[in-house]
């Protein structure tokens, strides 16, 4: 699977960015798909993530309320609508991809086994 995200960019605090990812390579709707991020100086964290069929999904509590994530299997894409965006929200965000997991491992970002090269969003105060 080959992953290319987009849409990063700066922003103001209290803007909104809408961050795309596309796959290739395998039947994307056999994938679960989460987003993930890297803040300077951090570990990579798990920020939103997508059950294969669309039906679940799973968000860090820091996004809960701000941040939704979408997915058309059709267009093998995968969003990150993000709202509300504050300075410590910037990071290079990642889209990654898995076979489908169990659903408590579906925030783990060790389950994840593909990897986007990352966009970076920065939200200034």
């Known amino acids: 699977v080959q992953l290319q995200a987009s849409g990063g960019g700066m922003v103001q605090a209290g803007g909104s960015l809408r961050l795309s990812c596309v796959a290739s390579g395998r039947t994307f709707r056999d994938w679960d798909m989460a987003w993930l991020r890297q803040a300077p100086g951090k570990e990579r964290e798990f920020v939103a993530a997508?059950?294969?069929?669309?039906?679940?999904?799973r968000y860090a509590d820091s996004v809960k309320g701000r941040f939704t994530i979408s997915r058309d299997n059709a267009k093998s894409m995968v969003y990150l609508q993000m709202s509300s965006l504050k300075p410590d929200d910037t990071a290079i965000y990642y889209c990654?991809?898995?076979?489908?997991?169990?659903?408590?491992?579906?925030?783990?970002?060790?389950?994840?086994?593909?990897w986007g090269q990352g966009t970076l969003v920065t939200v200034s105060s």
């Open positions: 997508m059950r294969w069929s669309g039906g679940t999904t």
């Open positions: 990654a991809a898995t076979p489908r997991v169990a659903l408590s491992a579906l925030a783990e970002p060790s389950s994840y086994s593909y």
